[in-house]
């Protein structure tokens, strides 16, 4: 044994061969965090004065390589001085130098997951051999920094200027046969040969078959294209990022950057620019939101899994009540996570929408040859579909209701239901609106029920509000989460009232959207803005995608909800449009008009809407795009803290990740706790009250964030 750690150890074979194998102890996965580049520069140390070695082969003992950074770690470097986030960057660059230095070949095979910091160790050896098992990339620019371990000056060396910008901006892991074809790995064999070709590679470099200081020196220079050709490659690709990227998402122009300044110098030159563009992009705030997103999910889902743990009979059987749209798809969702279902609706239309609606997106899969039609068939073949509360009831563990909106239903339908199923399981309402505890009223079994509030498409939206009514259990909530994950979702529990967490949030968005719109905003302009702010579509969009019955509907039972704040004086304008013919997208006119131009969804305004809505609102005026984002973004945000004081959400980053996940807040600003810290809460009280002598309690703070504003505090730390 040459060395022998926490995280890694180094033995010595009978041929004179260092093996270092990555196996953190205690843990699932290996990464680099300080601990690990500790014990990795102690390890070179060692080897160093170890004599008789003749090559050093690196592998894993767990089931990824390496997964890369400990992004935990990060946060307290980003709020450093420029010096120290290069000098925290210092000490694991120095060992991947120490590594192209050793005066034997270093061979690294390549396991399963080899990411960021886990893909530039690799870079740094003379050959790599991946299993076909292998995934690789680096995926530093989704979380706003750029790789800081000699990723962007080693890459464009060993694979291409182009791959390099392709892989790095994208941050997309890549198969094992992906990085063959790009030449970032150079062997690729099935799993259970990977470590005799590694061994096999190593012998090959020790007898000279393989000429691994050519493999290195090619490193030590210029990238391998021409400089005229890496100039061209270049100058499209930083219009290309502008263009897809913008301002946004500054990683990705860093990235860029660091790859081609790198590329005429030598490779320490290159790692020295490296650094500087690293410390560029650690410093943006969308650096610390998406930082921030990644570490608030990890909580999220850690917080989910051990709530799933106490979990002691898993849901073998779910039901469904209703096959509409949302039923459906939770019916879907169930089968192709391998729970069956049954499905219940009372008429046979319904059921046949349900199933011809998971029929097609199946179909969607099997044409894209990511599934047979044996395994479609099997899926489908989970999900029963009835008319009638027949014996398989019986076997329901959990039971999701998705009829109607309307409380005199659900009632009749929940009490119904709850004599026909298993005393033990548990019932859970999709209701958008509902409260919880108010639907709750007449059933024997109350503990066991709660809110399971899924959002449209189910398929494809990954957040699920778990709502914990006045006399829901701990455990109710606990097989929700459990069922939830078995989903593939991720839960986020809220307490009980009007909108719950999401809704509430997004209606108070609305509300200063509508007020805008009366006040003689163009909704097209608007949209425009909110758009370019980072929003996947603007609110005016959003509504007819929603439905524009569907948003009266949830403008109604919020407003009255909510009225303080809510409150308005003229009439919605999705009532106009609805006056007027529109429900939104469903039947191709709304706010916009819809149409398919070349087989692909197109909008335009609808003139006569737009006129409709000028005539009813204030004369039109323009207001400035900080004017239009601030009248929007403000009532969100002071409902987040509504929220968070009244404990409908524990934390601001489960009130964020909902946001993120529910709606599609612009990710690289983090949710709205986090703009608020991004303003400042002193600015943004500031901001605020500007608004609350002319529109009201919409913008009036709370006093707790004028407290936080005085103490200079934050919603995250
Ligand atoms: N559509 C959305 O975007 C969305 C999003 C989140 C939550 N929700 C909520 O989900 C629920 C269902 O909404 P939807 O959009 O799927 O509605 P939908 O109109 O598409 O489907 C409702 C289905 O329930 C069936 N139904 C009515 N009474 C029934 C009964 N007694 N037993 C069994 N089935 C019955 C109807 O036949 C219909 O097929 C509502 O509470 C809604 O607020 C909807």
Redesign the pocket.
């Known amino acids: 044994m040459i060395y022998s750690g926490e995280s890694l150890s180094v033995t010595k074979s009978d041929k004179g061969v260092a093996h270092l194998i990555f196996d953190r102890k205690s843990e699932s996965v290996n990464k680099f965090d300080r601990l690990t580049v500790a014990e990795f520069t102690a390890a070179l140390d060692k080897l160093d004065v170890t004599t008789g070695i003749t090559g050093l082969i690196i592998s894993s003992a767990k089931g990824v390589f390496v997964v890369g950074a400990d992004i935990g770690e990060f946060t307290a470097v980003l709020k450093e001085t420029d010096d120290r986030i290069a000098a925290h960057l210092l000490p694991h660059s120095d060992n991947l130098r120490r590594l192209e230095k050793l005066g034997y070949p270093v061979v690294v095979a390549i396991n399963g997951f080899a990411l960021g910091g886990g893909l530039e160790v690799c870079l740094a050896c003379d050959f790599r051999v991946a299993s076909e098992l292998a995934v690789v990339g680096l995926p530093e620019t989704g979380l706003g920094i750029i790789p800081g371990w000699g990723g962007t000056a080693r890459m464009p060396r060993v694979a291409g200027v182009q791959t390099a910008l392709e892989w790095i901006t994208s941050g997309r892991q890549q198969k094992a046969q992906a990085a063959l074809d790009a030449r970032v790995v150079d062997f690729l064999v099935p799993a259970d040969g990977l470590l005799a070709k590694t061994e096999s590679v190593m012998a090959d470099c020790q007898r000279g078959a393989l000429d691994y200081k050519a493999a290195r020196a090619s490193k030590e220079s210029a990238a391998a294209e021409t400089v005229a050709e890496a100039q061209r490659i270049g100058d499209a690709w930083t219009i290309d990022v502008a263009a897809k990227f913008g301002a946004h998402f500054p990683a990705q122009g860093c990235a860029t950057q660091s790859v081609l300044q790198g590329l005429e110098k030598s490779l320490d030159e290159a790692l020295l620019v490296e650094r500087q563009r690293f410390v560029d992009a650690a410093k943006t705030w969308q650096a610390r939101a998406l930082i921030g997103n990644f570490l608030s999910d990890q909580y999220l889902m850690k917080c989910a899994r051990e709530r799933a743990k106490t979990v002691t009979a898993p849901v073998k059987v779910a039901g469904v009540?209703?096959?509409?749209?949302?039923?459906g798809g939770i019916a879907y969702q169930s089968a192709i996570t391998g729970t069956p279902v049954i499905m219940?609706?009372?008429?046979q239309d319904?059921l046949d929408?349900g199933m011809g609606q998971a029929s097609k997106l199946l179909s969607k899969r099997v044409k894209t040859g990511r599934m047979t039609e044996e395994k479609k068939a099997a899926i489908l073949a989970l999900i029963t579909p009835a008319l009638d509360y027949d014996e398989g009831f019986k076997k329901i563990d959990l039971l999701v209701e998705?009829?109607?909106?309307n409380i005199r239903?659900k009632h009749a339908?929940l009490t119904d239901v709850e004599s026909r199923i298993n005393p033990s399981a548990i019932i859970c309402s999709?209701?958008?609106?509902l409260p919880i505890t108010d639907l709750a009223e007449p059933l024997a079994r109350s503990p066991q029920f709660c809110g399971m509030?899924?959002?449209?498409p189910v398929h494809a939206m990954p957040l699920v509000e778990i709502i914990r009514g006045a006399r829901t259990s701990e455990q109710t909530i606990n097989r929700a989460v459990a069922y939830a994950l078995s989903l593939q979702k991720k839960p986020v529990i809220v307490n009980d009232c009007p909108g719950f967490l999401v809704n509430r949030l997004l209606f108070a968005y609305f509300a200063g959207f509508l007020q805008l719109v009366y006040d003689g905003g163009d909704f097209e302009v608007i949209d425009k803005v909110m758009e370019k702010w980072g929003w996947p579509m603007g609110p005016a969009y959003l509504a007819d995608v929603?439905g524009l019955d569907?948003m009266q509907h949830c403008d109604d039972v919020l407003g009255a909800a909510y009225s303080n704040r809510l409150r308005k004086e003229f009439k919605s304008w999705y009532q106009v449009v609805i006056d007027m013919g529109g429900l939104g997208q469903k039947n191709g006119h709304g706010f916009y008009r819809y149409s398919f131009v070349d087989g692909r969804p197109a909008k335009i305004v609808d003139a006569e809407v737009k006129a409709r809505v000028t005539a009813l609102a204030k004369p039109a005026r323009s207001f400035t795009e900080d004017e239009i984002v601030e009248r929007l973004m403000i009532p969100m945000a002071i409902e987040m803290a509504i929220a968070l004081e009244e404990n409908i959400v524990a934390s601001p980053a489960e009130g964020d990740v909902a946001l993120l996940y529910g709606v599609g807040f612009p990710p690289f600003r983090g949710g709205v706790a986090r703009w608020m810290d991004t303003v400042g809460l002193r600015s943004f009280c500031a901001m605020a009250d500007q608004y609350t002598g002319k529109l009201g309690l919409l913008y009036e703070v709370t006093p707790r964030q004028r407290e936080m504003a005085v103490n200079n505090e934050t919603y995250y730390s």
């Open positions: 009540l209703g096959a509409g749209i949302m039923g219940k609706d009372i008429n319904g929408l998705a009829v109607v909106e239903v339908v999709n209701t958008s609106t509030h899924f959002f449209n929603v569907t």
